[in-house]
């Protein structure tokens, strides 16, 4: 049974790294052609390894720094990630902890609302979305952290509230006794205790806020504002031909950072999930 077991566990190792393989081969590919010159991209040679004649070094990453403003681009993704992030987290939490403590059909009902959301094809919303977004002039990096909030709630309460089950109401109930009043007890007792969870709902609603297209597109006004995921299609030159070198090295600039930070994430996404889902 034992060797059964071996064997099992060895051929899902196999498939597993396969499938590894697989989803990292189109991220080495555009590494390697961000490092070849326009011609070698653009012929049957682009997936060949860079040669001395193809090889480009880091003009690429130049030229797209240096162009199409990407230092702009990349001040709008960083301000909006952070913004979103940060409402999310601040916001969600404290609506995880009123469902979980106040018991009542509001708070059943608001929950079972979140966790509806979270079904809801974007696309169902998204035509709705960008006259609503106009009117409330959330149509800028400056306000649209606000839709980020609304969309990105309903993973974040469950989590949160999953988490929360298993804080003992007895710790909350001593910091009032102490004079704590409800907002101190939050920020103070319950909210060090959520470490774990708030740590692995950041990286995940980063990931989706930093790499998302769809959104901003339909919400931002495009001649004026432009996010790192929109910037991407702008490379091109004269007739319309795409500039496929700077356009690489700026997919590889948007990819390096939020890899890392899941690389560096990683464990406390695993165990937030846990905690969140499993406990209480």
């Known amino acids: 049974m034992k060797k059964q077991n071996s064997i099992t566990n060895k051929i899902w190792i196999v498939i597993l790294s396969i499938a590894s393989l697989l989803y990292v081969y189109p991220i080495v590919m555009i590494l390697l052609n961000s490092l070849k010159k326009e011609t070698a991209i653009s012929t049957s040679s682009a997936f060949e390894l ?13 030229d797209a720094i240096a162009s199409k403003g990407f230092l702009r681009s990349l001040g709008y993704s ?4 952070l913004t979103s992030v940060i409402a999310i987290l601040i916001c969600c939490s404290m609506c995880a902890w009123f469902i979980t403590r106040v018991a009542g059909k509001l708070s059943k009902a608001l929950y079972y609302l979140f966790v509806f959301s979270m079904v809801v094809p974007f696309q ?3 035509f709705t979305l960008s006259q609503t977004a106009d009117s409330l002039k959330l149509n800028t990096p400056w306000n649209i952290w606000v839709i980020y909030l609304g969309f990105g709630a309903g993973l974040a309460v ?4 999953g988490f929360m089950k298993s804080i003992p109401l007895e710790v909350e109930e001593a910091s009032m006794i ?3 009043n409800p907002l101190q007890t939050f920020f103070l007792i319950v909210l060090p205790m959520l470490k774990p969870t708030m740590v692995s709902v950041g990286i995940l609603e980063a990931m989706w806020v930093w790499n998302d297209y769809l959104l901003p597109t339909l919400v931002l006004d495009i001649k004026k504002y432009k996010t790192i995921p929109m910037l991407i ?3 091109r030159g004269s007739y319309g031909k795409v500039e496929m070198g700077p356009m690489m090295a700026c997919i590889m600039l948007t990819v390096i950072p939020i890899v890392i930070v899941y690389l560096v994430g990683q464990k406390h996404i695993i165990k937030g999930v846990a905690a969140g889902a499993v406990k209480g």
Request: glycine share 6%; proline share 3%; aromatic share 24%.
């Open 50 to 62: 860079p040669t001395a004649e193809s090889f480009n070094g880091l003009q690429n990453y130049v």
């Open 78 to 81: 960083l301000f909006i990630t």
């Open 158 to 161: 469950f989590m949160f509230a």
């Open 124 to 126: 169902m919303v998204m």
């Open 178 to 180: 102490d004079g704590c």
């Open 233 to 235: 299609q702008y490379f």
